[in-house]
């Protein structure tokens, strides 16, 4: 099963990185392969869905919508991707390790199936570039 993770300390508020991560429609600023985001309900906090399209495989195009399952400001946001060929699941942890310095975890875990059990380490490799991209996160936030 691909799992990956990766944590970065970034010079904000815990609550200040919550909120940003917690708006989908900003993935496209810190994730590269979001083509388009939106977001599809009215429900603020678990229970959000988000419409997203990633660039796949040789430019193609591949919705991955999601939903927020848990939502415990300014410290655990996870989801789970309801569309799409890979449907992992996610956390962001959020630590404060001072007044405007915050630590945030990235994680993802994905269980293929069917024939997508053969593309596994394809999948994996993909699962850790998502969670790197944390670091775009942190250039993002601190150079705003």
Do not use: C
């Not at 915050?102 to 994996?124: C, E, K, N, Q, Y």
Request: charged share 20%; aromatic share 6%; glycine share 8%.
């Amino acid at each position: 099963m691909p799992n990956a993770e990766h944590t970065v300390t970034i010079n904000r508020p815990a609550a200040e990185i919550f909120d940003y991560l917690a708006d989908g429609t900003h993935n496209p600023q810190w994730r590269t392969g979001v083509v388009e985001i939106s977001r599809t309900s009215t429900a603020n906090g678990a229970g959000a869905r988000y419409r997203q399209v990633l660039t796949g495989p040789g430019g193609r195009r591949i919705d991955a919508d999601y939903q927020i399952t848990d939502y415990q400001p300014p410290h655990r946001l996870s989801f789970h991707v309801t569309a799409g060929p890979a449907r992992p699941t996610g956390v962001f942890e959020i630590t404060e390790q001072g007044p405007r310095t915050s630590r945030v975890r990235f994680a993802l875990s994905l269980r293929p199936r069917g024939l997508m059990i053969l593309m596994t380490p394809m999948i994996a490799a993909q699962v850790r570039r998502e969670v790197a991209a944390l670091d775009n996160l942190k250039a993002v936030l601190e150079n705003t």
